[in-house]
């Protein structure tokens, strides 16, 4: 069993930028490739970008190519989600995601990973 809380999500205007933190307990997180989606109001939870459990291969959804950047720190237990040039659509409750990297063939699905947090939330002002 691996428990997610991600952190870091607030208010921010329109060109700034925000770091998400997702820190893992429980079982090695190590093992586990890991995510981010999101969920914005009336829409189905996206994917925004996933990492291997090395932390050497990364993915990124279009929308956020060149301006979301995931990374891992393996020895903390922890994912982050460097989010740059923040766009009014990029306004949602963030979720992390952790699952087996054996699925990291599927990895733009919800059905990759086992594990999910509570979310922290991102608005962005036009």
């Known amino acids: 069993q691996v428990q997610l809380v991600e952190s870091g999500g607030r208010w921010v205007q329109a060109g700034g930028s925000l770091r998400l933190s997702c820190i893992a307990s429980?079982?090695?997180?190590?093992?586990?490739?890991a995510a981010w989606f999101r969920e914005a109001p009336g829409k189905e939870r996206e994917f925004v970008a996933a990492?291997?459990?090395?932390?050497?291969?990364?993915d990124y959804a279009e929308s956020v190519k060149g301006r979301f950047t995931i990374t891992r720190n393996n020895a903390e237990n922890t994912v982050y989600l460097q989010m740059n040039s923040l766009e009014y659509d990029d306004t949602a409750p963030y979720y992390c995601?952790?699952?087996?990297?054996?699925?990291?063939?599927?990895?733009?699905?919800?059905?990759?990973?086992?594990?999910w947090g509570q979310g922290t939330q991102v608005a962005v002002s036009s």
């Open positions: 429980g079982s090695s997180f190590s093992i586990y490739s």
């Open positions: 995601a952790a699952g087996p990297s054996s699925r990291w063939y599927i990895r733009r699905f919800l059905a990759a990973y086992d594990y």
């Open positions: 990492i291997t459990r090395a932390g050497d291969t990364t």
